[in-house]
């Protein structure tokens, strides 16, 4: 049973262009959950998703950032319009069931916007 | 607030040696308190998670404690390893299902 899976591991982007990281659950999860890391701090909360559904996105900025986990395919997370600031690590964790639930996490995405 | 505190911010020890690294909580409700180990370039990985209903909780050198009346929790790991050096990161969860993160102590053990 793979774990949870990101891609690319690593994403460099110029400010202004579109970033999209990808997240593949581990099999039998249909819980997903986006996390952001910023350089020495710890990691916080974007958004919760279900499949095809958005349970939880009080994490997210409302502007240009969005996220979806379609019924078939992986969880995906857009960034639109990167700017110095998105620069992060970001990671993605699954669970079987609800947030009750321990939480299995990726190796991450690290964005780097130039 | 929701808070998570951790204590010390980062900490050196020997080989073999034990040490202790200190979570102070704040969320309201409070529904589990959880221990992840974070090495440098990876993903958390889960360590421990305890009820308030739970004092103790132990996986293998590491053993987690928990009082819930006065919102602290502690990380002991026993008999360090080269390996055991990564970031240790407190979790609270509320009784809403968010997850708070500390900001995690980095432990270096040294040969």
């Known amino acids: 049973n793979a774990g949870v899976m990101q891609n690319p591991r690593h994403l460099v982007r110029r400010r202004g262009q579109e970033a999209r990281l990808r997240c593949s659950p581990m099999k039998g999860h249909s819980h997903v959950y986006w996390y952001r890391q910023l350089p020495e701090e710890g990691l916080k909360f974007m958004v919760y998703?279900?499949?095809?559904?958005?349970?939880?996105e009080s994490g997210m900025p409302k502007e240009r950032f969005s996220a979806e986990f379609p019924k078939e395919g992986p969880s995906i997370l857009r960034i639109q319009q990167v700017v110095r600031g998105d620069s992060a690590a970001y990671f993605c964790a699954s669970s079987p069931q609800d947030r009750n639930y321990e939480q299995y996490f990726g190796p991450g995405t690290r964005l780097t916007v130039t | 607030k929701n808070q998570v505190e951790q204590s010390p911010q980062s900490l050196i020890i020997l080989e073999g040696k034990n040490c202790t690294l200190q979570c102070n909580y704040t969320v309201s409700p409070f529904s589990n308190l959880r221990w992840y180990k974070q090495d440098t370039g990876r993903g958390p990985v889960s360590l421990t998670i305890m009820t308030f209903s739970e004092n103790t909780k132990s996986n293998g050198r590491y053993t987690a404690t928990l009082d819930a009346d006065t919102k602290q929790s502690s990380l002991h790991i026993t008999a360090s390893q080269l390996s055991d050096s990564a970031s240790y990161i407190c979790v609270a969860q509320t009784g809403f299902q968010k997850l708070v993160f500390g900001t995690g102590t980095r432990l270096l053990v040294s040969p």
């Open positions: 998703l279900q499949k095809e559904n958005i349970i939880d």
